[in-house]
Structure formats: structure tokens, C-alpha cells
């Protein structure tokens, strides 16, 4: 069955440190992968997807997320945490019903905190 | 524009009441999610519409119905809720069913 995992249930960065948050997937064949972010209250926002092609995928807010087959993984990055990006961070991989319908298969997220 | 609106931000009832929910986007999408997540917990599909059609219902209570009255809207009617419904409800909009899903700010819903 697919799933997906991410190991680190809380994180805390200082601002202006490095962040990599892990996300590991099981899913047979080639994965759409997704990047969300939640901040407290809110809905999930899109960082970054992957369908296909360069592994190395650009998103929003300067975030960047690395495919690796053979580790599979789609670990999120970020050179340089600002205070406004605390919030939890969700991996999602689609897994596709018959018919042609994706469902959305969610890690259960990592916490991000960061200190001043 | 990838914007998913959702009424009301926040909604108390009672375990008699009938209530309901609404989504809205004009994106042009034709699929569209309903989403239930508990507090600290990753959000749990309940319902897909694709092209205005029922696709998906994941075991949902009947407590809960969905409709799909256009391509833009969707609502979801709340009928003798639990408590244990409480949660924040989540609408999400995809270009396609295969398409990524954006997702609306969510609906804080307490049942009393």
C-alpha cells in the first residue's frame, strides 16, 4: 500500500539557518509527489510539486525539494528560514484510483518552529 | 489565480441542527475535494467530484452529503453530527482528478 513518511515530528531552526525537512515514500511506480504547508488555523498552501522530468523541483517562497528514486525520498529545502515560515509541513504522494482519480496520501507532517 | 473560498470560516451547532458548508473557485477546475482534518493530524479525503459527478466517497457517514450544484460550487450538508465530528473542513480544487490539489482556508466546525 502506499504511504508516506516523515520521521521528524518537530523541528527548530534558528532564522536564518538551513532547513531540510524528510519525506519518504512507498508507491510502485512513478510518484506524483507534493510539498503543503499549514500554518495554525489555515488551509494547506502548495509549495512544490513533482511529476516528472528534473528532480531537482523549484517552489514558492524559496523552497526547493530534491527527488531520489533510489532513496525514495522528497526531501524539502530551504538555504535561509525566516521567523514567518513556522508552520507544519506536510508530504503528500497521489495514488490513483481506477477511473483516473488521485487521492492525496499524506504524511503525517513535521512542525516547524524557528527561534529568533 | 489559484483561489479556494470556503463559508463560513467557523461554525458551532448542535447535534439536531442541519447546517451546511460551502466551496467556491473559478479556476476553471473541474474536480473538487472535501477534506476532514482533526487537530495534529494530516487531512482525511471524504468526498471527490469530478466533473460535477460523484467519483469518490471515502466510507463517509450519511450524516454528511455532498453536492456539486455547478463546476464552481460545492457544498456540504451537516445532519446529526457527532461530537466527534468536530474538525476543521478542508475544500480542495484540482484542474483535472489527476491534477494537484489546491485547497481552500477551511471551515472550523464544533459540534455541542
Known amino acids: 500500500a502506499q504511504s508516506v513518511t516523515q520521521p521528524d515530528i518537530h523541528i527548530t531552526v534558528s532564522e536564518g539557518a538551513s532547513l531540510e525537512l524528510r519525506c519518504n515514500y512507498s508507491y510502485g511506480a512513478t510518484p506524483y509527489l507534493f510539498w503543503y504547508v499549514q500554518s495554525p488555523g489555515q488551509g494547506l498552501q502548495l509549495l512544490l510539486k513533482y511529476f516528472s522530468g528534473d528532480t531537482l523541483v523549484q517552489g514558492i517562497k524559496g523552497f526547493e525539494a530534491e527527488f531520489k528514486r533510489s532513496q525514495s525520498s522528497f526531501n524539502l529545502r530551504k538555504p535561509s528560514v525566516h521567523w514567518s515560515d513556522a508552520a507544519e509541513y506536510f508530504c503528500?504522494?497521489?495514488?490513483?484510483?481506477?477511473?483516473?482519480?488521485?487521492?492525496?496520501?499524506f504524511g503525517a507532517g513535521t512542525r516547524l518552529a524557528v527561534h529568533p | 489565480d489559484t483561489e479556494v473560498t470556503q463559508t463560513p470560516k467557523h461554525l458551532v451547532m448542535g447535534m439536531t441542527n442541519k447546517k451546511s458548508l460551502k466551496c467556491e473557485q473559478h479556476m476553471g477546475h473541474r474536480a473538487m475535494y472535501w477534506y476532514k482534518q482533526k487537530a495534529k493530524k494530516p487531512p482525511e479525503l471524504m468526498f471527490v467530484y469530478s466533473y460535477e459527478k460523484l467519483s469518490i466517497n471515502e466510507s463517509v457517514p450519511s450524516r454528511f452529503s455532498p453536492e456539486c450544484p455547478n463546476s464552481s460550487l460545492l457544498n456540504l450538508h451537516l445532519h446529526a453530527l457527532q461530537p466527534e465530528d468536530s474538525a476543521l473542513y478542508l475544500c480542495a480544487s484540482s484542474q483535472d482528478p489527476r491534477g494537484e490539489q489546491y485547497f481552500g482556508p477551511g471551515t472550523r466546525l464544533t459540534v455541542t
Open positions: 503528500a504522494v497521489a495514488t490513483t484510483f481506477s477511473g483516473g482519480y488521485n487521492k492525496l496520501i
